[in-house]
DNA sequence: CTGAAAGCGCTAACAT
DNA sequence: ATGTTAGCGCTTTCAG
């Protein structure tokens, strides 16, 4: 392999000043449309590539995006959603000259990192509780943009799916099909998700009977010993609004275990739309690639200081009528 | 935010020179104890971190390691793979200062990129068919790990699973369970995970019938085509082996909608333990994280020019015996 | 519209 | 064991 060409052979070759080339390169007005058409041949014939690391030292820019998922996330919230959120981040990406460092974080560890002008901004994909994290970096001037509603509240920007009004289309749904005992198997209380899901069946299920909640921790498993929990409390339940997809499937095993028909006996609604079922899962859909792009899109956004952004984004959700409900 | 401290400030206040602060973060030898404490002490004092595009550009290297997935990748091989995998690869990295640089690569547009000395070494992670990236980077001289063995074969080092023997393990399964009709869902051609599992059935199956193969694309809705392909051919089949748990969910929807029961009428066994089911599968587990952290640690090798390195590694995998063979 | 020159903050010889 | 001196390859004033 051969020593990769600089900006200055470039420079040479196009007969110009490596000052024009940058230029060129950066797309800086008062470049005459010839200097610019040689540079741009210069530097396919040299197959020149700039190196970031100059660029960002000389240019006070890292060239750089954070995606920080917070470690237990990547565990525990359904895999399918940081997937197809990466999928949609990198999409709205594309073309820029920008890296998507990832970082999975350990609470507190990769807050002077990110603070240290690594990167231009982060996305901090749905943290849970109170975590520290946000407001240290918005404190510290960094652009960041949070993946789902920050729990705590405060200034920073997020972008999450509607979960409130897709658990109240999902409630209303199982409403609909006529079914008196309405469980919900909700998420942890530490993360807005779980939190909005369960305020949406609370409200769809005004005036009716509201003390059948179990709570799970977006596992299967969790949501086989959530499922366990409500069949002990309530043998005759007919329905349940579940959560997300990935609790429905240990919840169907319970069911199952137990001799419920699904949805004969009792009809089961899910969320998220991230897992094939036996029987096919009506579930609230969210579109996870979407969802990554708005939030690229918002964080390039705020970067840039545009002005008048709308401090969050709320994506809609669609029920999907399967076979279990 | 006041401005951050740089390395000269640091030297200031330790009372050393800046090339001394250097040796120390990086670990030199040939410093005194007592100096190494006083730099120490002032860069705590000063929440000096340093500046990685400069470290880049004076160091020749770039602290940076790429995770390549390819686009397709992202989306039809299971994702729960990709995010175990990430999970090591990231573990194995902890402590060090090296960022992880994620790239979805459509066939084509990260080579240049990569080949550009912006990262200091490659992991790629399962390609389909003859993928010429790998060979690329390798031919130019950039340390590469491929995360699952290449189609093409070729001289750069992979981690994969034993997808051989976990598939005989599992077919022998089905045959000690007196089963006499065992058909198999395999993966895609033009992946070696996919003929690997597929080879590791015909190799137990040897002496028997062998026809009953049908191909699937890592999707629950390509398990669902073949398993529904496969009933058409051989109504009586009494066993399936499917070469990924999410294809198997697929399976087991065809199968409970013609009437079949699991595993009393036909018996399945998965392979990647990724998913919950109903029945829970039997299946063949591989331990993704383990595989992460071998495939960083191998590249990590490869970088700092170890001798004597195996061209390749392959992981164990177990059989997990539950409910539906 | 273009060129010259001065760094960006660090590492790595080379001295001492 | 530590300090001095050059750059690394760009971007960016500032001239022209």
């Not at 901090?124 to 509603?149: E, F, Q």
């Not at 970067?303 to 399967?322: C, D, F, H, M």
Request: with cysteine.
């Amino acid at each position: 392999m051969t020593r990769r060409p600089g900006i200055d052979e470039v420079a040479a070759l196009a007969g110009v000043s490596k000052s024009t080339v940058s230029r060129v390169l950066n797309g800086a007005p008062h470049v005459s449309t010839r200097t610019r058409e040689a540079v741009r041949r210069a530097v396919i014939q040299l197959g020149y590539a700039p190196n970031q690391a100059a660029r960002s030292l000389a240019g006070h820019r890292a060239n750089a995006i954070a995606l920080v998922v917070s470690e237990t996330t990547g565990r525990v919230l359904a895999d399918p959603f940081v997937a197809g959120v990466m999928r949609g981040v990198h999409a709205e990406l594309a073309g820029r000259r920008t890296q998507l460092v990832l970082m999975m974080s350990r609470p507190g560890d990769v807050g002077s990192y990110l603070t240290g002008g690594h990167v231009d901004g982060a996305l901090v994909i749905s943290m849970h509780g109170h975590d520290p994290l946000l407001s240290l970096l918005h404190d510290n001037g960094l652009p960041v943009v949070a993946g789902g509603r920050p729990l705590a509240g405060g200034p920073v920007p997020y972008v999450d799916s509607d979960n409130f009004t897709g658990a109240v289309d999902a409630t209303r749904h199982l409403i609909s099909l006529g079914c008196g005992r309405i469980a919900t198997i909700a998420g942890p209380t530490d993360m807005a998700v779980g939190l909005d899901r369960l305020s949406g069946w609370r409200r769809a299920m005004s005036g009716r009977r509201t003390d059948l909640v179990a709570h799970g921790d977006f596992t299967a498993q969790g949501g086989a010993s959530a499922m366990t929990s409500l069949l002990t409390r309530e043998p005759e339940l007919d329905a349940v609004f579940v959560a997300a997809d990935i609790m429905a499937l240990g919840a169907l095993q319970v069911l199952n275990a137990h001799g419920r028909r699904v949805p004969e006996d009792v009809a089961v609604v899910g969320f998220d739309d991230s897992v094939p079922a036996v029987p096919p899962l009506t579930t609230v859909r969210q579109d996870v690639e979407r969802f990554g792009r708005m939030l690229m899109w918002r964080l390039l956004a705020e970067i840039e200081g545009e002005e008048g952004l709308p401090p969050s984004v709320l994506l809609p959700t669609s029920l999907v009528l399967r076979t279990s409900a």
